[in-house]
């Protein structure tokens, strides 16, 4: 090529060739004709350019580069160079088909509309849809006026044609085949639901399996359901849903299905006609031969649980018999779905019919595996709930409460002989809390005390879980154990022989200890001021309280510079200075005799000369606590542990 043509884009050549890439090199070759037509290689890609390539434009290129198209139709991959000269090939831009689009460049943005993770909430994936793939829709080239030869992206010569010709009227009926299952009898021209549907012709044409499990489809039969019907449509409606086991399994498991056969059991049970025992025995038969199957399945367990709550109550004992005694039983409650089921068996079904379930979580391994999750431990508090309950109702017989004091006490002992374990787990430490708030459960709360917090409390108030437990101990306590608590944490660890740290001091900077001593400080200063009851039978315990009050205000008013740092602190300081406007002649004992004064706490600013001079720790506790279950903490070191 002559050099005085190319002396204004040489500028080009310099360009490092892209790893993988082509090289930069230029080639001619004559323009296609009908003998060589078939031989023209494929277009040029430009994806794979350069970035700086891919974004010029065809006015930037010099006046005398758009004079030969040889670039085009080359036996060679065509150079940067000759791409430079497109303005001169408007007549042939057919020629660069849109190819897929796959962001092998920052600067190509991908193709949005192919992008499944758009899709909204109301997009369902039905089964047995028809799809079509966008290949197999000719995508019309760029130049609209040009109707020769060109390449399509599989390699293959085609006609080109317009987008104009390309109606967007001739693609809608294959979009619409995608959004519906319903029979074409049944929509109207623009592709929906026939307005004056009538329920005769759908139970008449044995389609209502396609309505079942298309979202209108099923609307309208849920709507058409609740209306007056003949005796021979329900007869119908219960043939085609609930008459066979196969159609029955396949509307249950269905997103939309399971809506219409909750509709039609409730229908079942309000026409008593001669084959109203007939159609609740096959409904226990077919729930209760898949009875795991369908409590796992996301869209089925509504339906069990609406059996279980609806049928007949013989019947519903029926179907928790079929609940299984193996290792699926501990899937079924650990289950986001099936979960719930047993709640329900829990909650409608009288205890002597799913005793079994509570002899079953109350297996140490069982009970390790079921608090441990999510969801089991959910179950676990149900069925304590529902066995304290009923230990309220008068109406209960002497057998039943029987019953139940012997299920509770078998759990309770499972549980409390664990309570350590479960304490400082992630979830199980939920019904450790639970059974120490509930006065109903006042015996098992200081079982859990005594045999579970007590001589543990310093090691347990830095577990991130354990630590909910000994605040909701201190809160409930009776007031015999509280002063045993009290005691421990003041007087029952020996100082560290290294940093002379106490146990309080250990606690007080600590990322969850704090928040049990907190609620120390709290417990006394309503004590003091009168909120909380302070007597226990003949003995009055206000003294003690007063001096457990004395030791946390001196240890605050100590280390008040430090404690001033950080929130935890400032709720300590900010809650004696509350105490002592709302009560400024608190400090006296009942006797009369002077106690202690608060002193006045500065602010760091205030302190900051003598907060320098000391030497602490680099990393503390900073953040306050989320909800519980969840210590939020900006620092990672702890203060450190000991042992009594």
């Not at 130049?143 to 060109?150: R, S, T």
């Not at 209960?396 to 006490?409: F, I, W």
Request: charged share 25%; net charge neutral; with cysteine.
């Amino acid at each position: 090529m002559d050099q005085s043509k190319t002396r204004g884009v040489n500028r080009f050549r310099k360009s490092p060739r892209k790893p993988g890439g082509i090289s930069i090199e230029t080639r001619s070759s004559p323009l296609p004709t009908p003998g060589n037509f078939l031989t023209m290689p494929t277009i040029w890609d430009f994806n794979g350019l350069s970035p700086q390539f891919s974004m010029l434009s065809m006015k930037d290129m010099p006046s005398n580069y758009q004079s030969s198209p040889s670039f085009l139709y080359g036996s060679s991959p065509t150079a940067p160079i000759d791409l430079m000269s497109l303005k001169s090939f408007s007549n042939h831009a057919s020629s660069f088909v849109p190819l897929s689009r796959s962001r092998t460049s920052s600067f190509l943005p991908s193709d949005a509309t192919s992008d499944s993770s758009r899709r909204g909430s109301d997009d369902y994936i039905l089964p047995a849809t028809r799809s079509f793939s966008s290949a197999a829709v000719e995508r019309p080239v760029k130049n609209n006026d040009f109707n020769g030869y060109c390449w399509s992206h599989d390699g293959k010569p085609r006609l080109s044609r317009s987008a104009s010709s390309m109606s967007s009227a001739n693609t809608k009926p294959l979009l619409k085949a995608t959004q519906t299952l319903l029979p074409n009898w049944a929509l109207d021209t623009n592709g929906h639901l026939r307005a004056r549907m009538q329920l005769a012709k759908v139970l008449d044409s044995g389609d209502l399996g396609k309505f079942a499990v298309d979202k209108n489809g099923c609307q309208y039969l849920q709507e058409a359901v609740k209306k007056n019907l003949t005796a021979y449509q329900k007869y119908q409606i219960f043939d085609q849903v609930i008459g066979r086991k196969e159609d029955f399994i396949k509307y249950s498991t269905n997103i939309f299905g399971n809506f219409l056969v909750q509709q039609v059991i409730e229908l079942s049970m309000q026409y008593h006609d001669e084959d109203f025992i007939k159609r609740q025995e096959k409904l226990k038969d077919f729930i209760g031969s898949h009875m795991t199957e369908l409590c796992l399945d996301k869209s089925a367990c509504r339906v069990v649980q609406f059996a279980l709550e609806n049928i007949d109550l013989p019947l519903s004992c029926a179907l928790v018999q079929c609940l299984p005694r193996d290792a699926r039983l501990i899937a079924i409650c650990v289950d986001q779905n099936a979960n719930h089921v047993i709640q329900k068996v829990v909650a409608v079904i009288p205890l002597q019919k799913w005793e079994f379930i509570v002899d079953f979580v109350a297996h140490p391994e069982h009970l390790r595996q079921i608090c441990s999750d999510k969801y089991g431990c959910r179950v676990v508090q149900t069925i304590i709930e529902k066995l304290t309950t009923d230990s309220r109702n008068g109406d209960l017989t002497v057998v039943a409460q029987t019953l139940r004091e012997r299920a509770l006490q078998r759990l309770m002992h499972s549980v409390t002989s664990r309570c350590q374990e479960l304490a400082t787990n992630e979830y199980a430490n939920y019904i450790i809390q639970h059974i120490v708030s509930n006065d109903d459960l006042a015996v098992y709360r200081e079982v859990i005390i005594e045999k579970c917090l007590m001589r543990n409390l310093l090691s347990l108030s830095q577990e991130k879980f354990a630590s909910h437990v000994v605040e909701k101990a201190f809160l409930k306590a009776p007031l015999d154990l509280l002063a045993e608590m009290m005691d421990e944490i003041f007087d029952g660890y020996v100082p560290h022989p290294d940093t002379g740290k106490d146990a309080l001091d250990i606690m007080m900077f600590h990322q969850f200890g704090n928040y049990v001593v907190q609620c120390m400080l709290t417990i006394c200063c309503e004590a003091v001021s009168g909120r909380r009851e302070t007597k226990e039978g003949s003995y009055d315990h206000m003294n003690s309280f007063h001096d457990w009050l004395k030791k946390l205000q001196n240890r605050i008013s100590k280390e008040r510079h430090r404690l001033s740092r950080f929130s935890s602190g400032k709720k300590m300081i900010e809650t004696l200075a509350n105490l002592r406007l709302t009560h400024p002649f608190f400090g006296l004992h009942p006797t009369g005799l002077p106690s202690f004064q608060f002193e006045c706490f500065s602010t760091a600013s205030e302190d900051e000369d003598a907060e320098k001079s000391e030497i602490e720790e680099s990393r503390m506790m900073l953040a306050p606590r989320g909800s519980p279950g969840s210590h939020a903490h900006d620092g990672d070191d702890e203060a450190g542990t000991y042992s009594p």
